[in-house]
């Protein structure tokens, strides 16, 4: 097994967030894809982070991360937002999300 620090872009701290929700192998995080490896950290409750993401985006594809721009880092950003509203903070209200958004609440799942 490769360790998922192996990947281009990817680095000690990714690595341990990544086997903290069960990946630990670069053939893992390659398998999962970006948008389903995302989740998982956002359903761990990660907080959301656009640039991390398509680090993860990139780093799959044997880019550097600053390789995104444009067009494509729009659709990124489209599919980013998606995958956001689709994982993060379900079962809070609209204000404790956007406090959330700011810092001001915890970022894990509401209990």
Same mark, same amino acid.
């Given at each position: 097994? &490769?360790?998922?620090? #192996?990947? %281009?872009? +990817? /680095?000690?701290?990714?690595?341990? !967030?990544?086997?903290?929700?069960?990946? &630990?192998?670069?053939? #893992?995080? %390659?398998? +999962? /894809?970006?948008?389903?490896?995302? !989740?998982?950290?956002?359903?761990?409750?990660?907080?959301?982070?656009?640039?991390?993401?398509?680090?993860i985006e990139m780093g799959l594809q044997g880019r550097p991360w600053n390789d995104c721009k444009?067009?494509?880092?729009?659709?990124?950003?489209?599919?980013?937002?998606?995958?956001?509203?689709?994982?993060?903070?379900?079962?809070?209200s609209e204000l404790e999300r956007m406090l959330n958004?700011?810092?001001?609440?915890?970022?894990?799942?509401?209990?």
């Amino acid at each position: 097994m &490769t360790p998922v620090a #192996a990947i %281009r872009n +990817l /680095g000690p701290a990714m690595e341990a !967030a990544f086997a903290h929700v069960g990946v &630990t192998s670069a053939e #893992a995080l %390659r398998e +999962l /894809g970006t948008d389903a490896a995302y !989740a998982k950290l956002l359903a761990a409750g990660q907080r959301p982070h656009f640039i991390a993401y398509y680090v993860i985006e990139m780093g799959l594809q044997g880019r550097p991360w600053n390789d995104c721009k444009g067009d494509e880092k729009k659709a990124l950003r489209t599919r980013f937002d998606a995958l956001v509203a689709s994982h993060h903070d379900t079962g809070r209200s609209e204000l404790e999300r956007m406090l959330n958004q700011i810092g001001v609440v915890s970022a894990g799942p509401k209990a």
